[in-house]
């Protein structure tokens, strides 16, 4: 390249890495306030808190998410100086695997535990689809019990009540792996004798029944056959299993009947003889029958064989929540809002690291979404009040403007001293554009009389702009003049007043 | 390889990646409650929260931490699909510059924020030193004033104090980059006029004095001169300065005096005829005033120009808050216990995305290490009461535990059911290693009867082992029989009576 043709280094671009995206005042509030309900009803059952690092090795996390075409298969992973592969966890079910195994000695048994944090997914970023998002999960390490499995689906059901999801708008699906795999058994892909043949097919298989929502009865038949075309031309091959296998997984995915006793007959048809389809068909009754007797009744949570999860590591139970409201997509069309929360039982998961079984059951709140839900319904709006403005008249007497900042904020009151440039007119807009409730104003004049003016902006909630000198705003109504020793006494009255 | 010598996958190692680590129950509380209150002091000084993803592009955070010889400098970092370059935030305020630069026209000016979160850095992990922490920032980005800078230099000092830390355990000191320039314009490696030549010597000046705690006066004056090898042998190579001018930059690091004007005349002196200096000495003076101004005396706040920072993209004023009591290190011996946040003023940082300079300055409180200093004062226990248990006698009977779980929850009382095996022994000792206040019991006979044991696990806190049979536990003190019915009054009494 000749020489004058050497640039200066260009910018860095102001941008958030593609997928990602920042959140602002009253976003980080509300999620705020939704984890802290979610957590409540966690604690309340009896969790603890735990909270492991959001890196960890890529052994330790292993590979269970569906996304098996993605670089990293879905994770961002990187080298660690010593060669060991490092990545952002994925979810908050595998790192706490690992936090079992390696801290087991220290922690009872069972181990309950709640977990809050952001997961970092390498997916295709898309309209709405972010690659780091919240989760906010417990888990129950140690139990085998159906009663575990039950009361993830209760709390599921609990926490969107808690979040403000009323009764109606959502349905917890319960349904089990181990049926899904008793079916497999019948149609020749699955044997207890054997678990691991046949593992890629009936991985296939899995994704297939859990994109049944998105592609249609239609589309998973012809994942469950030789593959899929899908509308850009990409082809997504199949499992390839005979007619008369798909027909007997696809009846699996149609078998939820009126109630909840039909629908388990209708199981055990599917499943014939298969000794782990029957046993996960019993352990659904158990789950069912424990949670009929806490009277969560079947519009609250359904067995449901359609529902599956993507991810690879669930051994036996699952849930799934959605909400049932309609909403409007990017494009004015209603649709539903689906899936908000997920779980189930991953009795592996702690095996890979230990050798030894240890049953384990969770739930996942995918808190991004649940509060994306409520904002479309309009019931998000947690906003933080603006601060009371002292402004700057004279910018040789900041340390007596400062002093009435400090003040007002040891009687509690939130305020700040005006720290940009710019004429009173700029100021207020800035108030204004803060949602500050009280702009106070000391001129020479003022200061001379021993008063303060107190603006009350909550009230003259109108465009500041046009506001140029000294003697319009005292003409206006909703500014009162005080003593400048009253000042706290005043503003606390004028917040009271209404205020924003 | 002989094909009888492949071996079986093995298994991943349950462990944190080195310098990686997990938090339990009460630890993650404590953070809690310490983040609470540190937000609530800078929410009442008007900041507005943000939360910005924890990766950015490594373009946009820059190369401003002091690690140069890390691996990518300090950060941990991998590439997108798209070859784009991604990394870990390394710190608060490299994301605040972009978010501010990429949202400018949608926020107000000055725009005041606060951030929470966790902070990755690839250095080398040792003990106590850890590559993912928390840090709590408050900023304010287009206010050149100041008294932006003395409010963070207050903040600091009041978020200490909020957090439990008193008055005469800490100092907030205080100094500026500029003077520091204009002490090096003196030593001839600064010009005004060519800011970018010796930036690399400047550099290694910067890191030197950072250094001044650890390495001491000769340590720092060996890297300004030709270098300095380590205990261990390594060699680090010095900024190669002329005798004269390494005295000036050490002259510069002691010229801290008996009160605040006799330090600002000795750097007035050493910054010679440097407009830098004196600009920068003069922004001290009115820092120092507006904080005098305010009640905060140099007990709490006190110019030292020991202080610069190790970061790089500090222009104006520095701080740094320290702990001044001592506390025994892993071999005990007394040591001082150091940092716990810093900040300053960063005037480029928009400027690299934008062109334009934006005049910007902020603190970050180091939570990690102030809950370690708390916990080191023996101040932190924040402990989480532990559930009541309700436990299983009889398997069969699941439903009705259950159902006395559900009712104790809804009177707002913590409790479980207990989801392990094993007999009452094993289920009061769960009970127990949980700090449960209080074990339900009910077996066949209180059923028929109508009542249940409640024992107060609180009141007997003796170990729970080797108590085998039912008889046994009826003859316990602390354990009393209600009705069923009052299940719920008498477990509140019994909570209200001591309990953990």
């Keep these: ?12 671009r102001a941008e958030t890495p593609k997928g990602f995206r920042d959140y602002f005042g009253a976003e980080v509030l509300a999620r705020e306030a939704m984890l802290d309900r979610i957590t409540e009803v966690y604690r309340l059952h009896g969790f603890d808190p735990l909270e492991s690092s959001a890196v960890e090795t890529v052994e330790a996390l292993g590979k269970f998410l569906p996304d098996v075409d993605r670089p990293n298969e879905g994770v961002f992973a990187w080298q660690d100086e010593d060669e060991t592969w490092l990545a952002l966890r994925y979810d908050l079910t595998a790192p706490l695997a690992r936090v079992y195994a390696q801290h087991r000695l220290n922690l009872p048994t069972p181990y309950r535990r709640y977990a809050v944090g952001p997961v970092w997914r390498n997916e295709k970023p898309g309209p709405g689809r972010f690659r780091q998002f919240y989760q906010c999960d417990a888990d129950t390490v140690g139990s085998a019990s159906p009663a575990a499995d039950a009361e993830m689906a209760a709390m599921t059901a609990d926490v969107l009540e808690a979040v403000g999801i009323p009764r109606g708008d959502y349905i917890v699906r319960i349904n089990s792996r181990r049926v899904l795999n ?22 296939i298989v899995l994704r297939a029944v859990d994109k049944l929502d998105r592609l249609g009865r239609e589309g998973v ?13 990409d082809f997504t091959r199949g499992a390839e299993l005979p007619e008369e296998a798909a027909e007997i997984v696809l009846a699996f995915t ?9 629908t388990l007959a209708r199981l055990r048809e599917l499943v014939g003889p298969s000794a782990t389809g029957r046993a996960g ?9 424990l949670l009929d007797a806490q009277g969560y009744g079947t519009e609250r949570i359904v067995l449901d064989p359609s529902v599956v999860r993507g991810l690879g590591y669930y051994t036996g139970a699952v849930c799934e929540a959605e909400l049932t409201f309609e909403i409007l997509d990017e494009k004015g069309r209603p649709r539903q809002f689906g899936s908000v929360a997920g779980g189930g039982r991953y009795d592996d998961l702690v095996r890979r690291f230990t050798g030894e ?16 839900a409520l904002a479309a319904k309009g019931r998000s709006a947690t906003a933080l009040a603006g601060p009371v403005i002292v402004t700057v008249m004279d910018r040789h007497r900041l340390p007596d403007y400062q002093a009435m900042a400090t003040e007002l904020r040891r009687a509690g009151i939130r305020a ?3 720290l940009g440039g710019g004429n009173m007119a700029r ?20 200061r001379e009389r021993g008063v303060v003016q107190l603006k009350d902006l909550a009230l003259g909630a109108r465009l500041a702009a046009d506001i140029d000198t000294h003697d319009e705003w005292k003409s206006q109504p909703a500014q009162v003049e005080v003593p400048r020793a009253r000042l706290v006494e005043e503003v606390r009255a004028m917040l009271a007043r209404g205020g924003r």
């Design 1 to 12: 390249m000749p020489k004058d043709k050497v640039q200066k280094p260009r910018r860095p």
């Design 182 to 203: 008793g079916v497999m058994e019948a149609a020749g892909i699955y044997s207890e004798a054997d678990p691991d043949a046949h593992a890629h097919v009936r991985g």
């Design 221 to 233: 038949r012809a994942l469950l056959g030789e593959g899929r075309r899908d509308e850009s031309g």
């Design 254 to 262: 149609d078998a939820r009947r009126e109630d909840t006793a039909a």
């Design 281 to 289: 068909i019993d352990e659904l009754e158990a789950i069912a029958g």
């Design 357 to 372: 079984t240890v049953p384990a059951t969770g739930v996942s709140i995918g808190v991004d979404r649940l509060l994306a």
């Design 416 to 418: 700040e001293l005006f």
């Design 427 to 446: 100021q207020l807009k800035y108030a204004d554009r803060r949602a500050a409730p009280v702009a106070v104003i000391e001129g020479g004049n003022e």
